[in-house]
């Protein structure tokens, strides 16, 4: 009884904090603020370190704060609410604690966040995306989805992402999503149910942030969806930004579209239209028809990691990249270790791209798929040399095929797909090694430079591909000259 008013009372005074701070990023000068962030470090010591982040973005006018200030002065005073209490407090700088502590007593990891697909019916057909063609029987019982998000509290995960085939066929979500008001959801979405009217009811919830799927510009979007849809989607952003939400993109950078999705001109539309943040997922070879020619070429990835860095530095809106921030995240986060997904049947799979499981929400608890032998082995083979010797190359997938083929040989995990079984055929396990071999080799030194090291991001910014070659000429040639220096 004691230590619940104790953690309550911590929460509340975080919570008012908080609100102070951010209250005085829209209304107060520059130098109140960091005067502010002083007074915060008295009242809630046990965040120095992160209030101390706080006040450099602060000092420094970055990107972020820029951001901050805008959201602020834009948002819905209901998704400001959720948004401290849902996503900063329980997730930000409560959840890590209350997380880790759940891991010391009960021996297995518990995750910062859970992916679910509660359905994987969509009313678009993606040129290689891996929703295929399900009807509503196929989607995951409301029960199940309550199940799982009500398991996930209790270990101290706040944060939900929805996925599919498209989240918004189903209305009986916006049920999930109010019952679990003290939790934020972050919602994969193309966008085209996003009308005026649920633009307002997502407000209403406030714990709701879509992220819509974009391919780069017009062309893009509507070769790879169908046509039209690129006109929907700026819809959509135009009907959430009035509304006061916050909102985001998503895209998938393949052969074909990287220059363009990493581009200043799309982030800056993007930006104009109101979103706050964004997601890279690049395309690898799964679902029903896999092809491998749709992936990344190995110097087409190292350009979006460099543009990536450069995005942030540059532009109001949050950006990661899935891949190429393993570095910030310790490599892989499979397995329970950061993350997992519940697929439409309710297979525990140990991440959204490895379509295998050995569980099922319908009779397994998730503590319990937490500690089963694939997810124990995915997680013990990620503290292998293999997986942290470059972080650049965090996936089992694409970056390690080997490790794949070994956990599926250990644990015999069932396919969860159709078509599933295809990744490890031989005709893609060749071009995934190959692949691998290559990245392995362009990206080891940036690795060694950036995050090694610590002498920073190469001074290069690629606007297009062939520029990668300029940007690996100048990282040897300042390694030349740091080893000439050094024999002397």
Not at 2 to 25: A, C, H, M, P, W
Not at 53 to 64: C, Y
Not at 137 to 149: A, G, R
Not at 456 to 476: A, F, N, Q, V, Y
């Amino acid at each position: 009884m004691t230590n619940n008013y104790i953690d309550r009372f911590k929460e509340y005074s975080t919570k008012q904090v908080v609100n102070l701070i951010l209250k005085g990023v829209s209304n107060s000068s520059d130098e109140n603020l960091i005067r502010m962030t002083y007074l915060a470090q008295k009242l809630t010591p046990a965040h120095k370190k992160e209030i101390e982040m706080i006040r450099h973005l602060f000092e420094t006018k970055a990107p972020a704060y820029r951001l901050a200030k805008k959201v602020l002065t834009e948002i819905d005073s209901n998704i400001r609410e959720h948004l401290v209490s849902s996503f900063i407090i329980k997730y930000l700088l409560l959840g890590p604690r209350v997380r880790s502590e759940y891991t010391r007593k009960q021996g297995v990891p518990s995750p910062a966040t859970i992916v679910i697909s509660p359905t994987m019916r969509c009313n678009l057909r993606c040129k290689g995306c891996y929703a295929g063609d399900y009807s509503k029987k196929d989607d995951l019982p409301f029960e199940y989805i309550d199940k799982v998000v009500t398991e996930a509290k209790e270990m101290g995960t706040y944060f939900f992402t929805i996925s599919g085939g498209e989240a918004f066929v189903r209305s009986d979500m916006l049920d999930i999503y109010k019952k679990h008001n003290d939790a934020a959801f972050m919602i994969y979405t193309n966008g085209t149910f996003i009308d005026k009217i649920m633009a307002r009811k997502l407000v209403e919830l406030g714990n709701i942030a879509p992220a819509i799927s974009v391919e780069g510009f017009e062309a893009e979007t509507d070769e790879r969806r169908e046509k039209g849809v690129w006109k929907k989607v700026m819809e959509a952003m135009d009907n959430l930004k009035e509304a006061g939400a916050v909102f985001g993109f998503s895209g998938t950078p393949t052969r074909y579209n990287t220059e363009i999705i990493y581009s200043d001109e799309l982030i800056q539309h993007l930006v104009s239209k109101g979103c706050t943040f964004g997601w890279y997922f690049t395309y690898i070879p799964i679902g029903k028809i896999p092809d491998t020619s749709l992936m990344q070429t190995p110097k087409q990835r190292l350009y979006g990691w460099r543009r990536v860095h450069y995005l942030r530095s540059q532009y109001p809106i949050m950006i990661g990249d899935f891949w190429n921030d393993g570095a910030y995240v310790g490599g892989c986060i499979a397995g329970g270790r950061s993350y997992l997904h519940v697929n439409v049947k309710g297979d525990y799979e140990p991440c959204v791209f490895t379509h295998c499981a050995t569980h099922n929400v319908r009779d397994t608890s998730l503590k319990e798929v937490l500690d089963s032998p694939l997810f124990a082995k995915i997680r013990e083979c990620q503290k292998r040399s293999t997986f942290t010797d470059n972080w650049m190359r965090p996936c089992m997938i694409i970056d390690h095929p080997e490790i794949f083929r070994e956990v599926k040989e250990f644990v015999h995990p069932d396919l969860t797909h159709p078509n599933a079984g295809s990744i490890f055929s031989e005709k893609i396990q060749s071009h995934l090694e190959k692949y691998a071999r290559e990245y392995g080799k362009i990206s080891q030194p940036f690795w060694n430079h950036v995050y090694e090291l610590n002498k920073g991001i190469p001074k290069t910014i690629p606007r297009k591909i062939s520029e990668i070659d300029k940007m690996i000429r100048e990282l040897k040639e300042e390694e030349s000259v740091e080893l000439s220096g050094n024999r002397k």
